[in-house]
RNA sequence: CGGGAAGUGGCUCAACUUGGUAGAGCACCUGGUUUGGGACCAGGUGGUUGCAGGUUCAAAUCCUGUCUUCCCGACCA
């Protein structure tokens, strides 16, 4: 593309409405703009990048054999209530109604979809395995959209779905697409983790998460520093550390700790370190009230309470609740003669004499015991934390934050069952197909590329993903050599299939050096008056070094840079 | 959904406290001087101050409502 009269701009502020590096760089560099809270308008340079994005994962789908098909955003309500999703995507969803009150959800993702599309063709166990997938809109209500293209409510997603007849031919097909999904994200130069995760409201068997590495992840990834352990904090499982302790349990102790509510403060009033204490959380658990206990220091864990009590739903209870359970003000809370389930995290079973709330209103006992109060569940509901131990080989935990960008479950037959898709075996007898699910963020991949990838002056693009490859730097448009020369390297590009930028513009050449660091092409050609003896310059973004080349070998060098990437 | 902040030319902001013709920088147009890292001079275009009401002789400014955006939290495949 020539810049010289053609949509093409940059901005020197900061946007006052983006709140991340990459969002302000893209906006500033002319790619992406919001319209409404989550909804980007991608402009021509940044259309470019997604679409290079795509093409890499289209690749490298295709080499798994999987076949592309295209879907409707359009879909109607009664297919999620068959699957039983309604609920658990609930506010998430995007609801429209047609002219004859008939309802819609915008697709938040396709799982049933390909399911229904899937029975068109599997009859008999000699139709499977093969896997389908596409690059479509999904649509998610989010509660608060945040760093521009990371968390938006409307996105394009790659989302592959593969089909098996068992739980073997699953683990095939899985390893395939996440083989392609490593080489897709090692193509497109991502820093990322897999790390094991929920299986959330898509179900099933197992679910493993990309994560690209960025202190704005709203992910937070448990990694080990001697193992390949990694998964993400909300399955990390926490082992219990043996502990030596001699203490012999004492009666426990009715006192006074008035006005201190919240951990810190009874800490600080008993003088006693955050891990003598228990604290109790009352949990709103589907409606009814539990309560949780950890360690002062601990948190609690949400995903692991919801699986131990095989909840759908779990929220912290509101004060009203609080209060009427325990019969005494928020931050009072104790496990003794309460009559709600209550649940211990495997942790408490290694303490002694600690502190917990007396359901009474400026007091808490001192010196309790497990054996002083009714527990229905021990179990591990708490969060893991840096310098915990390894659960997986003894090391020390570290956290590391990750945006997700892609996402690979084994989904069994949770979809087929609930809209019949089956086939017969060598047996004549029925069976659900097993399917698994896969997708990726391109909107996020982007992001995550410039989150890693930038410097004071803007974005640097990794060559596969840049919009253009080259920029030439025509320093005088008003030289007849130097536009000769220009266009001539511009052409010959194109010829080879090179994509390449030429800045035409009358503009001074700080101007189209900034814009060209801004918009993060990788290799620039400067044309300016070194042509006189027959030379121009080569910058690449990721460098300072700036080169002379002869014109007659520029597209040599280019070839060259561009091959040695690959 | 709870708490906080903010909406003023295409972009970033000022004027609001204390009501009195809406202003700057960037961008854009014209002319001139410049021309290798976001030039300078002169002149210009562009705004019913988010929207609706109210108070007032007079509202960007005060009041009420409403919408939108952002931040913290809740929620989140």
Redesign the pocket.
């Given at each position: 593309m020539k810049l010289n009269n053609n949509f093409f701009y940059?901005?020197?502020?900061?946007?006052?409405?983006e709140?991340s590096i990459s969002s302000n760089l893209l906006v500033r560099s002319g790619m992406i703009k919001?319209i409404?809270?989550?909804v980007y308008i991608f402009m021509p340079l940044g259309y470019k990048v997604l679409k290079n994005i795509e093409k890499i994962i289209r690749e490298e789908m295709n080499k798994t054999g999987a076949l592309e098909l295209y879907m409707s955003n359009i879909l109607p309500t009664e297919v999620f209530e068959k699957s039983g999703r309604l609920n658990s995507f609930g506010s998430?969803l995007f609801k429209l109604n047609d002219r004859f009150d008939k309802k819609y959800v915008l697709g938040p993702?396709h799982e049933e979809f390909f399911a229904m599309a899937s029975s068109m063709y599997v009859k008999s166990y000699k139709d499977l395995p093969f896997s389908l997938y596409q690059f479509q809109n999904?649509f998610?209500d989010?509660?608060?959209?945040?760093y521009g293209l990371i968390?938006v409510r409307e996105?394009i997603m790659k989302d592959a779905y593969s089909f098996d007849a068992d739980l073997e031919g699953l683990d095939r097909s899985y390893q395939k697409m996440f083989d392609a999904y490593k080489a897709s994200f090692d193509r497109m130069g991502i820093d990322y983790k897999i790390v094991k995760a929920?299986t959330?409201?898509?179900g099933g068997l197992l679910s493993e998460e990309f994560q690209a590495i960025s202190d704005i992840g709203?992910d937070i990834l448990v990694l080990c520093d001697s193992c390949s352990f990694a998964s993400n904090i909300e399955v990390s499982e926490c082992v219990v550390e043996e502990v030596v302790n001699n203490e012999e349990p004492l009666e426990k102790e009715l006192i006074e700790t008035k006005n201190a509510k919240t951990i810190e403060e009874v800490s600080v009033f008993l003088n006693e370190d955050k891990s003598k204490f228990v604290k109790t959380l009352i949990y709103d658990v589907d409606g009814k009230p539990h309560a949780c206990l950890v360690r002062g220091d601990d948190e609690v864990n949400?995903t692991k309470l919801r699986k131990l009590l095989n909840a759908n739903?779990v929220?912290?209870a509101s004060n009203e609740v609080v209060e009427s359970v325990t019969n005494a003000k928020v931050g009072f809370a104790g496990p003794i003669e309460l009559n709600i389930p209550v649940i211990v995290d495997k942790r408490i079973t290694t303490m002694t004499n600690f502190v917990v709330g007396a359901n009474k209103t400026d007091y808490h006992y001192k010196n309790v015991n497990l054996k002083d109060f009714n527990h229905d569940f021990i179990s591990d509901i708490r969060n893991i934390k840096e310098g915990d131990i390894c659960p997986q080989c003894g090391g020390k935990i570290y956290f590391k934050k990750g945006i997700e960008i892609g996402?690979t479950f084994k989904l069994g037959t949770k979809y087929t069952e609930a809209l019949n898709v089956n086939y017969l075996d060598k047996n004549n007898v029925l069976h659900p197909v097993v399917m698994g699910s896969y997708g990726i963020?391109l909107g996020r991949c982007m992001a995550a590329l410039v989150e890693q990838n930038n410097d004071e002056?803007g974005v640097i693009w990794p060559l596969e993903i840049a919009p253009y490859k080259v920029g030439i730097v025509l320093?005088?448009s008003?030289d007849e050599k130097q536009v000769e020369v220009a266009e001539k390297i511009y052409n010959n590009l194109q010829k080879i299939g090179i994509e390449c930028l030429l800045d035409n513009r009358d503009e001074?050449?700080?101007?189209k050096?900034?814009?060209m660091?801004?918009i993060g092409i990788p290799i620039r050609i400067?044309v300016?008056?070194?042509i006189k003896d027959g030379l121009v310059?080569a910058?690449l973004r990721n460098s300072d070094t700036i080169r002379d080349i002869e014109v007659n070998n520029i597209i040599e060098y280019i070839k060259d840079v561009i091959e040695k990437d690959e």
């Amino acid at each position: 593309m020539k810049l010289n009269n053609n949509f093409f701009y940059t901005l020197r502020e900061n946007a006052k409405d983006e709140d991340s590096i990459s969002s302000n760089l893209l906006v500033r560099s002319g790619m992406i703009k919001k319209i409404a809270s989550g909804v980007y308008i991608f402009m021509p340079l940044g259309y470019k990048v997604l679409k290079n994005i795509e093409k890499i994962i289209r690749e490298e789908m295709n080499k798994t054999g999987a076949l592309e098909l295209y879907m409707s955003n359009i879909l109607p309500t009664e297919v999620f209530e068959k699957s039983g999703r309604l609920n658990s995507f609930g506010s998430s969803l995007f609801k429209l109604n047609d002219r004859f009150d008939k309802k819609y959800v915008l697709g938040p993702t396709h799982e049933e979809f390909f399911a229904m599309a899937s029975s068109m063709y599997v009859k008999s166990y000699k139709d499977l395995p093969f896997s389908l997938y596409q690059f479509q809109n999904k649509f998610r209500d989010e509660a608060r959209p945040r760093y521009g293209l990371i968390r938006v409510r409307e996105f394009i997603m790659k989302d592959a779905y593969s089909f098996d007849a068992d739980l073997e031919g699953l683990d095939r097909s899985y390893q395939k697409m996440f083989d392609a999904y490593k080489a897709s994200f090692d193509r497109m130069g991502i820093d990322y983790k897999i790390v094991k995760a929920d299986t959330g409201a898509m179900g099933g068997l197992l679910s493993e998460e990309f994560q690209a590495i960025s202190d704005i992840g709203e992910d937070i990834l448990v990694l080990c520093d001697s193992c390949s352990f990694a998964s993400n904090i909300e399955v990390s499982e926490c082992v219990v550390e043996e502990v030596v302790n001699n203490e012999e349990p004492l009666e426990k102790e009715l006192i006074e700790t008035k006005n201190a509510k919240t951990i810190e403060e009874v800490s600080v009033f008993l003088n006693e370190d955050k891990s003598k204490f228990v604290k109790t959380l009352i949990y709103d658990v589907d409606g009814k009230p539990h309560a949780c206990l950890v360690r002062g220091d601990d948190e609690v864990n949400e995903t692991k309470l919801r699986k131990l009590l095989n909840a759908n739903e779990v929220t912290l209870a509101s004060n009203e609740v609080v209060e009427s359970v325990t019969n005494a003000k928020v931050g009072f809370a104790g496990p003794i003669e309460l009559n709600i389930p209550v649940i211990v995290d495997k942790r408490i079973t290694t303490m002694t004499n600690f502190v917990v709330g007396a359901n009474k209103t400026d007091y808490h006992y001192k010196n309790v015991n497990l054996k002083d109060f009714n527990h229905d569940f021990i179990s591990d509901i708490r969060n893991i934390k840096e310098g915990d131990i390894c659960p997986q080989c003894g090391g020390k935990i570290y956290f590391k934050k990750g945006i997700e960008i892609g996402n690979t479950f084994k989904l069994g037959t949770k979809y087929t069952e609930a809209l019949n898709v089956n086939y017969l075996d060598k047996n004549n007898v029925l069976h659900p197909v097993v399917m698994g699910s896969y997708g990726i963020g391109l909107g996020r991949c982007m992001a995550a590329l410039v989150e890693q990838n930038n410097d004071e002056k803007g974005v640097i693009w990794p060559l596969e993903i840049a919009p253009y490859k080259v920029g030439i730097v025509l320093i005088n448009s008003g030289d007849e050599k130097q536009v000769e020369v220009a266009e001539k390297i511009y052409n010959n590009l194109q010829k080879i299939g090179i994509e390449c930028l030429l800045d035409n513009r009358d503009e001074r050449a700080g101007v189209k050096f900034n814009d060209m660091d801004l918009i993060g092409i990788p290799i620039r050609i400067t044309v300016g008056n070194r042509i006189k003896d027959g030379l121009v310059e080569a910058k690449l973004r990721n460098s300072d070094t700036i080169r002379d080349i002869e014109v007659n070998n520029i597209i040599e060098y280019i070839k060259d840079v561009i091959e040695k990437d690959e």
